[in-house]
Structures are given as C-alpha cells and as structure tokens.
C-alpha cells in the first residue's frame, strides 16, 4: 500500500497566555483536522481534498486565527488571506482581503480551478463567491470576544507605531 | 494562520494555508499565506509547504518556494531543506517564521524559530503526533 500522510499547523509566533490557557482545545482541534483530512486520503480523496477539508475544519474552529477565528485589523475589520497548490498540475489558487466567505480556502480552490487565475482580490473574490453561491456568513459570525479583547489590547494611538508594528500571522 | 499539506496514495501532494491577518494592522495589509512561494507551495518533484509567521519575513525571503527549491538543488531530505532555510539560511533575520512540509514518499519536515508552533500530523496507520512547543 502506497503511503499517505497529513500535517497540519495552527500558526507560529510568540506564546501568549491564552495559547497557555487553551492548549487542550488547541490540540484537539489540530487532531480533529488531521483526522479529518486523513479520513479523506484513507478513502482514496486526494491530497488537493485532504488538505482543502483539513483547513475547512480549522476556519470554521473559533480557536484559530482564520475564517471564524480572525484577527481584526486596525479598524476592527475581518480581512482573510488563503491559498492552496495542487503539486500534480503545479496550480494554485489565492484570495486576499476577502470577507463574508466563510472558507476562503475553498474560495481560493474555486479560482484555480474554475478560472484562469491564479491569486483574486478583495471585493472581486467576493464577487465570484457570490455569483457561484460559496458559503457566506454575516459580518458577526467572524467576530470572537478573545480577538476583540487582542485588539484592544494592542491598539496604538498613532498609525506610525501601527505601521512599524511587527507583523505575526 | 492554519495550514495543511497532505500526501495521497496516487502519490501527489498539495499544500493550503488560510489567516485572518495580524491583529490591529492596516486595512488592506496582506501577509504570506496568499502569496504562492511565501506561505504556500507545492510541486510533486520536490514538496508541499505551508509557512506561517511574521508574514512580511515569508514573502521577502520566499520561504515556501526556497525550501522547494532548494530540495531539488541539493538532492536532500525535506526536514534538511527547512531546517536550512529557517535555521541558517534565515537565522538573522528578527522575527517568527515557522513551516510544515511533506514530500511524495511522506516525509515530514517541520522547523521553526518562534516560541511556539502548533502542529500536528499523520502517516499511515500511526497515532496523531500533536505538539505545541520544542
């Protein structure tokens, strides 16, 4: 039997109190992905699925910052960034500042294979989402109280400490 | 940021990564995990990557794409391509850069210079390995 494997990741950077203070959550919803993206290999889906139905899981976990766990920016908006690559057919998708899709990562899947781009964005990646009916959420749904609470932690009163702040996916 | 790449019993890889974005930043401010080369890579001569990090690091250094390549350049294992291009290629460079890649024989690589990194994987029939820190 041929192998078939899976990883996942839920960002990397500095530790904080509230990664502390959530790793069993934070673990089981990395096991969960790499179940679920498994699952899809161990039926024969391929690697493009696996990976697509293993973040699907992760944007929709209010946990991580992604889709429904978004960190907001400055102005206390919700702008998501997500792409996929196919090593078979060396394509890839991409979307960015994208709001209202409720899995970007299948928005982005979406334009590599149903266009003949590559990377779409802002309002133009809403456009396609809508006009081929991809899942959409409210504004609210990509609102979480611990990434209100960073927010107003980290707020700077001048945009030049905003615009020298480092920059933690 | 979230990312996932995988490896199928037809033998091909792919890579995804998804974000919300940094917290507090300008409107309009993208980082690595759209930008193909810099947080998302794929090709089945080489490996699948999915990066996440300080954003502006990935795609000023291409660390997707440079872990790739230089796989294919050096002939070596997928762990060696990212510990060289995290941990010495990149090792001045102040800010948190952490990746996770798979190559088409299911080989693991998974480096990074942050605090932390939330990971998981699985090959084959072996229990789920799930780690926050070193």
């Known amino acids: 039997m041929k192998n078939i494997a899976i990883a996942v990741h839920g960002g990397a950077g500095q530790d904080s109190e509230f990664i502390r203070m959530n790793q069993i959550a934070y673990k089981a919803g990395l096991v969960k992905a790499v179940n679920t993206g498994y699952e899809t290999l161990k039926q024969g889906g391929s690697a493009l699925d696996a990976v697509e139905n293993a973040v699907r899981l992760m944007e929709d976990n209010p946990i991580f910052n992604s889709a429904r766990g978004s960190a907001l920016n400055a102005k206390g908006e919700v702008e998501m960034d997500a792409s996929i690559m196919d090593g078979s057919k060396h394509s890839a998708g991409a979307v960015s500042i994208v709001r209202n899709v409720k899995n970007p990562v299948t928005l982005a899947r979406f334009i590599m294979e149903n266009t003949s781009h590559v990377f779409i964005s802002g309002y133009g990646a809403l456009e396609i989402a809508k006009e081929n009916n991809l899942e959409l959420e409210v504004d609210s749904y990509f609102i979480t109280e611990h990434r209100v609470d960073e927010l107003i932690k980290e707020r700077m009163d001048d945009t030049d400490d905003i615009k020298r702040k480092r920059k933690n996916g | ?134």
């Open chain 2, 1 to 134: 940021t979230v990312g996932a790449v995988a490896l199928d019993n037809a033998g091909n890889i792919a890579a995804a990564t998804s974000t919300g974005g940094t917290s507090n930043c300008l409107s309009g401010r993208i980082g690595d995990s759209c930008i193909i080369g810099a947080g998302c890579f794929a090709n089945n001569s080489s490996c699948a990557v999915s990066g996440t990090g300080d954003g502006e690091l990935l795609i000023t250094n291409v660390i997707a794409h440079s872990i790739a390549f230089y796989m294919e350049l050096k002939n070596c294992s997928v762990q060696e391509a990212c510990d060289y291009v995290i941990h010495q290629r990149n090792k001045d460079v102040e800010g948190d850069i952490g990746v996770i890649a798979l190559d088409a024989m299911g080989n693991f690589g998974i480096s990074y210079n942050s605090q932390r990194m939330l990971r998981a994987w699985k090959m084959n029939e072996e229990i789920v390995t799930v780690k926050i820190y070193k």
